[in-house]
């Protein structure tokens, strides 16, 4: 476990110099003809938080630097003071905090995954199911109903303004009087960074609205959880944006060359508009570019069913935009006139970053000459703006076809959206929210890139992905799924309307496997001082596709809390701790139990819940790759009796696991069991067990598949001199294999890994296991490449582990 910081002198910092201002957010100073927008948007008065005032040009001393307020960045500065980091100080360029859940719109939570055929919420745990407990609370109190939506695309549902609140609750915690840990300020955005010998050391901000004045923030750590990466960016750190090429990384779904135009193409980037039910009908004005032609194809989806929800998410009977993503379903939960609510989120409102209208184009240039060629990441806040203001209006235009236009199966316009409002939650002039819906960003340089061969398998089902990371510190499965990225415009015309269309292999019809994330992708190649967080993170384009969703973000952030965390209390470099398999194994353990909320699941088990008692021993086991998960089924099943050629199996790893282990015995042509033929893939481990141990007379058979007792196991471990436990022997009522109840796969991992516990575990020597150009494990792919540094057969299963072939 992490150290207590040695950094209390910094806890007064913000109750000192902070007093709490009226703060305006500023996403624009107007471009002729595009109208762009200023924000006033209200904070919450929580102690200690948002708006928080300046000296103008102040330096502020920190341990750890947060850049962006969104739910990675949360989450980062909630686990970095919950682990003890004493001055932690988080800029955010609005007030609001809560990324995807409130400034960027995503109010309907899609984070599903198919199981058994069937699409389902991928399993909550972390920082993540902490929110959606409050998420649930909040609309128990609101509705009656933890989950009022009833929307197509996922269960859970939460309305912007009572997202932020949320956010801004989770963290006042650490921000108000007595605590001040967290420093909260807005609205700033990194114009300069501070780079010494190698190493960030510092970022510059100046305001993000119309008011002078700047701020420094020194820093021994600083992450980057901003929507575009401007901090890597302005560091100089290696970063990547838009389409990789298939011969960067190998990905076979990669473009083998670039296209005209190719460099800017990304995940769209969406406006989200949050409709609400009035008592009359509310058409928005016509916006001044609107041409129903941009939405011709949109005339084939259902824009409204009656549907109620039965059935579960993804159900073809609730398929609308209607439902798509509906917040509140008023009618089917009888809740009072005026509740129902939707946000639309679909694609006829994405917004491609390439091939943009001519009239974008000529404001980004007068801007500055060449500003239209550039990827989004590389431009300045000031030509985004351009970029925004476009997508706004492109929504707006789709709220207004949907009022005046749409029509049912019937001919007849739906009945929801002509008597549904723009909802004035943000405090925004154009009722939309702050900010986009960021789907791809800037990705980092990391130590590792996770990418597409890493998280899928050759077969057409989701299944365990073909690189199982060792230093995972989460797991996940979605889709790779990129929305519409380029545009048809009429008569080929770029001053024309437009639709979007998809472009070569990025579209939405690919999944990815069970997955988990490297720690090593937290950390830059090169670059000291510096971590990822959020979307700028090591990933490819291909996989960032489907590592961007909330639960996801808020895992990110957690694991990126708890690097700065141990790197600050250890007083090293973060890829000191990424090359080190002792520090490793301390993050996940950490990661695992949870600090302060519910432990973040590592192996991407269905079934396997944080509150359950064999939550830590399943997943670090697993990890290690002492338990071995089916290959053809994503659950634990906890209940499920273990065969006796499991536990042999798992407890000759488990021997190999530990620091004064034997070498794996000769296995002969002849097998020991008649029952255990030569070819048998478990005879290695069985044999071993027996070859180790005190087991007194061996039996002629073996019985492989017969069920392991308590007594099994008891007389197992004494045989091999491992520690034993009296619940054994006093449940099983003796050591013999037939004593005592069946053992179960959850008590089996928790015995086993408590034995870890006490007799330790052999971990590699720290060194340079990551240096470019090495092969630490002598499979011939270099270390930067190489997702398994210690399988040199790529199995999953680390050498160490492993039997060796007869």
């Known amino acids: 476990m992490v150290r207590p910081f040695r950094h209390g002198i910094a806890r007064g910092l913000c109750r000192a110099v902070c007093c709490a201002v009226s703060v305006g957010v500023s996403l624009g100073a107007g471009v002729p003809g595009f ?22 040009g102040e330096t502020i001393e920190a341990d750890l630097l947060v850049v962006g307020g969104d739910e990675s960045g949360c989450a980062a500065a909630v686990q970095a003071a919950r682990l003890g980091v004493g001055r932690i100080v ?30 389902t919420d991928f399993p909550a745990s972390g920082s993540f199911q902490e929110i959606l407990d409050r998420i649930h609370d909040h609309n128990r109190r609101t509705y009656g109903i933890a989950r009022p939506g009833n929307g197509w695309c996922g269960a859970n549902t939460i309305e912007p303004r009572p997202a932020a609140r949320i956010f801004a609750e989770w963290l006042a915690a650490f921000t108000g009087e007595g605590t001040g840990q967290i420093r909260v300020l807005s609205p700033w955005q990194p114009v300069r960074v ?12 100046a305001r993000a609205d119309a008011v002078a004045g700047t701020l420094r923030v020194n820093a021994t750590l600083t992450m980057d959880s901003s929507d575009w990466g401007d901090v890597i960016r302005l560091s100089g750190a290696g970063f990547m944006a838009g389409p990789d090429l298939r011969s960067r990384f190998g990905e076979p779904s990669a473009p083998v060359s670039l296209e005209p135009g190719g460099h800017q193409e990304m995940n769209p980037i969406s406006f989200c508009p949050l409709l609400r039910e009035t008592a009359e009908e509310s058409p928005i004005p016509q916006p ?3 041409d129903s032609r941009s939405f011709a194809d949109v005339r084939k989806a259902l824009p409204w069913v009656d549907w109620d929800g039965s059935g579960g998410i993804y159900n073809k009977a609730g398929w609308s935009i209607y439902t798509h993503r509906r917040m509140v379903d008023r009618r089917h939960f009888d809740l009072a006139p005026g509740t129902e609510a939707v946000i639309l989120n679909w694609p006829a409102q994405d917004y491609p970053l390439c091939t943009l209208p001519r009239h974008v184009v000529d404001a980004l240039e007068a801007d500055e000459a060449g500003a239209s060629t550039r990827n989004i990441v590389a431009m300045t806040a000031a030509q985004r703006r351009i970029v925004f203001a476009d997508a706004r209006q492109r929504a707006l235009e789709f709220v207004h076809w949907l009022q005046t236009e749409a029509r049912g199966p019937a001919g007849d316009p739906p009945p929801p959206f002509r ?13 939309l929210p702050p900010k986009p819906y960021v789907r791809e960003g800037l990705r980092l340089d990391a130590v590792y890139v996770l990418r597409e061969q890493d998280v899928r398998t050759a077969e057409d089902r989701p299944r365990w992905a073909a690189a199982m990371v060792p230093d995972g510190v989460f797991g996940y499965q979605f889709n790779i799924d990129f929305h519409p990225t380029r545009r048809t415009f009429v008569d080929d015309d770029p001053a024309q309307p437009w639709q979007p269309r998809f472009h070569g292999t990025r579209d939405w019809n690919s999944h990815t496997d069970r997955a988990m994330f490297p720690l090593r992708g937290l950390v830059p190649a090169t670059m000291d001082g510096l971590l990822g967080c959020s979307k700028n993170i090591g990933v490819t384009s291909l996989v960032q596709s489907s590592l961007r969703l909330h639960g996801q973000m808020m895992h990110v952030g957690t694991a990126a809390g708890t690097l700065a965390a141990f790197a600050l209390s250890e007083g090293v470099a973060p890829r000191t701790v990424a090359g080190s398999p002792r520090r490793i194994r301390a993050v996940q353990t950490t990661l695992v139990r949870g600090a302060g909320g519910p432990g973040t699941l590592l192996w991407p088990w269905h079934d396997v819940r944080p509150d359950e008692s064999h939550f830590e021993a399943a997943n670090l086991l697993t990890v290690r790759g002492i338990w071995q998960a089916d290959a053809d089924s994503l659950f634990f099943r906890p209940r499920q009796v273990v065969t006796r050629r499991e536990l042999a199996a798992a407890l000759a790893r488990l021997v190999r696991a530990l620091p004064d282990a034997p070498e794996w015995p000769d296995v002969g042509a002849a097998p020991l069991f008649a029952d255990v033929p030569a070819a048998d893939a478990a005879r290695p481990a069985i044999e071993a067990v027996y070859r180790w141990g005190d087991h007194g007379e061996r039996p002629a058979a073996f019985a492989p598949d017969a069920a392991a007792t308590w007594g099994t196991l008891d007389r197992w471990l004494a045989a091999v001199h491992l520690p034993t436990f009296p619940s054994l022997a006093a449940g099983g009522g003796g050591r013999d294999d037939k004593s005592g109840p069946p053992l179960t796969r959850a008590e089996c991992v928790d015995y086993l890994h408590r034995v870890l516990v006490r007799r330790g575990e052999f971990l590699p020597a720290d060194g340079d296991w990551l240096s470019r150009g090495g092969d630490a494990d002598g499979d011939g792919r270099p270390n930067e490449d190489d997702p398994l ?5 790529n199995d999953n299963v680390p050498d160490r582990l492993e039997a060796p072939s007869r």
């Open 90 to 119: 988080l800029v955010n360029d609005v007030d609001w905090l809560g990324g995807q859940f409130c400034t960027q719109g995503i109010g309907p939570i899609d984070e599903w995954t198919i199981v058994e055929g069937k699409r």
């Open 35 to 56: 109208g762009v927008p200023s924000f006033g948007v209200p904070g919450f008065g929580v102690p200690g938080f948002g708006g928080l005032a300046v000296v103008r």
């Open 789 to 793: 540094p210690f399988d040199r057969d």
């Open 194 to 205: 501070a780079v010494v010998d190698g190493r960030v050391t510092g970022v510059e901000f």
């Open 419 to 431: 008597s549904m409002r723009l909802a004035d939650d943000y405090g925004t002039p154009d009722r």
């Open 288 to 290: 001044p570019r609107y």
